[in-house]
C-alpha cells in the first residue's frame, strides 16, 4: 500500500525569550458547525518487508476526498519497536457511573531522542469537546515534566474526540538566552469515522506531503 499524502505529529517550533504564541479561543471550537468539518475514517496500517517482518505502523485518517493523514507511526526494527523513531499515544479511558469518563493517556516521542539540548519544561494539554447535560464546552487538562496526563469528566456521548498537544522548553545552548518552543499536536478520537474539530480549526491537515 502506498501513502503518499502524510503529515507526521505537527510539530511547530519557535525560538524566542517568552514564548508567546497565539492562542486559539476553545469557545470556536465547541461551537463548530459540524457541517462544514471534513470526515475521516481512522485506522492504523501495518507495513512489513518482503518476508513478512513487520516495519512501522502508522494511524491513518483517510478522508473521502482522498486525503490521508497520520500523526502517530510506530518503527520496528527486525520486528522490535524502535522507540527512538516512533511518536504515538496510549489511550486508557473507562466509563464509571453517572457518565464519569476517567483515564490516562500516554505520549511517546521521537523527539525524547532526537532533541539533545537540555529540556528546561515538558507540558502536556489534553482538549476534549464535552457532551453533558445538553451542554457542549472544551474542558482541558494538562501535566507537567510527565509522560502522561490524567483525566476525569461527565460525557454523555460514548464518543471521545480531543487533542493531545505537547509543549517542550528547550535550552539553546549554541544561543544565549534563548529559549526553542517546540509544539506537537496529536488528534484523539475513539471511534471511526471521526469529524473532530481540533484538526481543522488547529490547522493540522495543512502540511500535506
Known amino acids: 500500500m502506498l501513502v503518499t499524502v502524510l503529515n507526521w505529529n505537527c510539530v511547530e517550533k519557535s525560538n524566542s525569550k517568552n514564548g508567546d504564541k497565539a492562542e486559539i479561543n476553545k469557545d470556536s471550537i465547541s461551537e463548530y458547525d459540524d457541517s ?28 473521502k476526498y482522498g486525503d490521508t493523514l497520520s500523526w502517530s507511526k510506530r518503527i520496528f526494527k527486525n520486528g522490535v519497536l524502535d522507540s527512538t523513531q516512533s511518536t504515538f499515544y496510549n489511550f486508557e479511558a473507562k466509563r464509571a457511573k453517572d457518565s464519569v469518563i476517567k483515564g490516562r493517556i500516554t505520549m511517546f ?49 460514548d464518543e471521545i474526540v480531543g487533542l493531545l498537544t505537547e509543549e517542550r522548553q528547550i535550552n539553546l545552548q549554541t544561543s544565549p538566552d ?6 506537537s499536536k496529536l488528534p484523539i478520537d475513539n471511534q471511526s469515522p471521526t469529524d473532530n474539530p481540533f484538526i481543522h480549526v488547529h490547522e493540522l491537515n495543512k502540511n500535506k506531503r
Open 36 to 63: 462544514d468539518l471534513t470526515v475521516y475514517d481512522k485506522k492504523w496500517v501495518n507495513y512489513v518487508d518482503e518476508k513478512g517482518v513487520k516495519q512501522s505502523e502508522m494511524e491513518l485518517y483517510i478522508s
Open 109 to 157: 516521542s521521537s523527539l525524547d531522542y532526537s532533541v539533545k539540548e537540555p529540556i528546561i519544561q515538558r507540558k502536556l494539554t489534553v482538549d476534549f469537546i464535552n457532551y453533558y447535560l445538553d451542554k457542549k464546552k472544551v474542558i482541558s487538562f494538562e501535566s507537567k515534566n510527565q509522560n502522561y496526563v490524567d483525566f476525569e469528566f461527565k460525557n454523555n456521548d
Open 178 to 183: 534563548s529559549i526553542q518552543f517546540i509544539w
